[in-house]
């Protein structure tokens, strides 16, 4: 499932919500679906920080260092 299918089932299963509610087996896919869409979201600021550096006063590249 590409990811903006995910996101346009997790809105439909958003409005079904308000309006109506969901049945318990929608209720697990928008669960599954909101960790799918969590779990991209921080991959891809994981690679957005792997590949950051701070340029220093001197000229100097530093990368960025993992938190501890």
């Known amino acids: 499932m590409q990811m903006d299918e995910v996101i346009a089932r997790i809105n439909l299963l958003a409005k079904k ?3 109506q509610g969901l049945t318990a087996e929608e209720i697990q896919e928008r669960d599954a679906l909101r960790r799918i869409y969590i779990d991209a979201v921080k991959a891809n600021l994981a690679g957005q920080l792997d590949n ?7 000229g100097r590249k530093t990368r960025l260092k993992p938190r501890q």
């Open 17 to 19: 919500a308000k309006a």
């Open 52 to 58: 950051t550096y701070i340029l220093e006063p001197d």
